[in-house]
Nanobody, 124 residues
Framework: QVQLVESGGGLVQAGGSLRLSCAPSGRIFSFIAMGWFRQAPGKEREFVAAINWSGGITYYTDSVKGRFTISRDNAKNTVYLQMNSLKPEDTAVYYC?????????????????WGQGTQVTVSS
C-alpha cells in the first residue's frame, strides 16, 4: 500500500510561483512513475505532468509546458511540481498520483494511488 501526502498549495497572485511536494510512503517509491493531476470546480480531473521512475523522462500537458517542472528526489522519497508564471486558470485542487510501474502515463485510470489533494488558487 502506498500513501501519498501533498503539501505546498496556497493562494498566489497571477505571475507568481508555488512548489508542490508529494511524499509517498513505502520503499517502492524509487521504482514507480509519479504524476500530478488537477481538478477545477465543475470540471473533470485532468493530467498536468508525469515523471518516470528515474526522473529521466517527463511529460506535460500543453497548457503548462514551459511554466511547470516536475522532478523527483528518490533519496528523499519526494516528487515536486514547481509552478511558475501562474495564471488564474491554473486554480484547482492538485493531486499527486502514483502508478504501480515505472513508465509514465497521462490517464487517471493508469494511476492507482492518490493523495488527498492540495488547493492552489491564483488571483488575477
Amino acid at each position: 500500500q502506498v500513501q501519498l501526502v501533498e503539501s505546498g498549495g496556497g493562494l498566489v497572485q497571477a505571475g507568481g510561483s508555488l512548489r508542490l511536494s508529494c511524499a509517498p510512503s513505502g520503499r517502492i517509491f524509487s521504482f514507480i512513475a509519479m504524476g500530478w493531476f488537477r481538478q477545477a470546480p465543475g470540471k473533470e480531473r485532468e493530467f498536468v505532468a508525469a515523471i518516470n521512475w528515474s526522473g529521466g523522462i517527463t511529460y506535460y500537458t500543453d497548457s503548462v509546458k514551459g511554466r511547470f517542472t516536475i522532478s523527483r528526489d528518490n533519496a528523499k522519497n519526494t516528487v515536486y511540481l514547481q509552478m511558475n508564471s501562474l495564471k488564474p486558470e491554473d486554480t484547482a485542487v492538485y493531486y499527486c498520483a502514483a502508478r504501480s510501474s515505472s513508465g509514465i502515463a497521462t490517464m487517471v485510470t493508469e494511476y492507482i494511488y492518490w493523495g488527498q489533494g492540495t488547493q492552489v488558487t491564483v488571483s488575477s
